[in-house]
């Protein structure tokens, strides 16, 4: 199975920071990488694609980048709706591997 | 609001199953993989299979064959997840999530709302 090690596992920050998180791979899995958002109580929702294509309706502030095992997810300026938890997912191959993920809070 | 809709919660004693729907609303379900994920309490989020609704093909991570069975309503468009033997390490969110590019490689565009499961004596 493909592992997935993100850093930091939190994030102290204020509104108009610029944060960034990393996702790493076990192996190489060229650009098939997602990052999604999930707020307490709720489903996930889907950020990126293809590790660097923004999802339809997600805020420009968001970017990522990265490809082989080595991955990030930028918020370019904090907002008040971005204090939630991040994990990125691996779509190379089954079983289809989460990292444990990165929990964006108020500082 | 666009998403699948998911039953609801469930408590279940240990041995017993559960089988969790997933409707499709006003979304296409049908020429799309149609996946399952759990999130055990303060935990991430662990894969479980797909199913393809049009030809009801599915894939199951290794460590639920055997235990977990994934169906098909197309009339009614609805997804199935059956869990049979369960445990209390069981106990978890269990989410549907459509794979909206049909790239080979799924990224999850639409997810239901979460059905919480727990396995209590």
């Known amino acids: 199975d493909i592992q997935m090690t993100q850093s930091p596992s939190s994030v102290s920050a204020v509104v108009g920071d610029r944060v960034t998180i990393t996702c790493r791979a076990s192996q190489d899995i060229s650009s098939w990488l997602a990052w999604y958002q999930q707020k307490p109580g709720k489903a996930p929702n889907l950020l990126m694609y293809t590790a660097s294509s923004l999802q339809s309706g997600v805020p420009s502030r968001f970017s990522g980048s990265g490809s082989g095992t080595d991955f990030t997810l930028t918020i370019s300026s904090l907002q008040p709706e971005d204090f939630a938890t991040y994990f990125c997912q691996q779509a190379h191959s089954p079983p289809y591997t989460f990292g444990q993920g990165t929990k964006v809070e108020i500082k | 609001q666009v998403r699948p809709v998911q039953s609801g919660a469930e408590v279940k004693r240990p041995g017993a199953s559960v089988k969790v729907s997933c409707k499709a609303s006003g979304i296409n379900f049908n020429d799309y993989y149609i996946h399952w994920m759990r999130q055990a309490p303060g935990q991430g989020l662990e894969w479980m299979g797909y199913?393809?609704?049009?030809?009801?093909?599915?894939n199951l991570e290794q460590k639920f064959r055997g235990r977990v069975t994934m169906t098909r309503d197309t009339s009614s468009s609805t997804v199935f997840m059956e869990l049979s033997r369960l445990g209390s390490d069981d106990t978890a969110v269990y989410f549907c999530?459509?794979?909206?590019?049909?790239?080979?490689?799924?990224?999850?565009?639409?997810w239901g709302q979460g059905t919480l499961v727990t396995v209590s004596s």
């Open positions: 999530a459509r794979d909206g590019y049909n790239l080979g490689r799924p990224f999850f565009d639409y």
């Open positions: 199913i393809r609704p049009n030809s009801g093909g599915t």
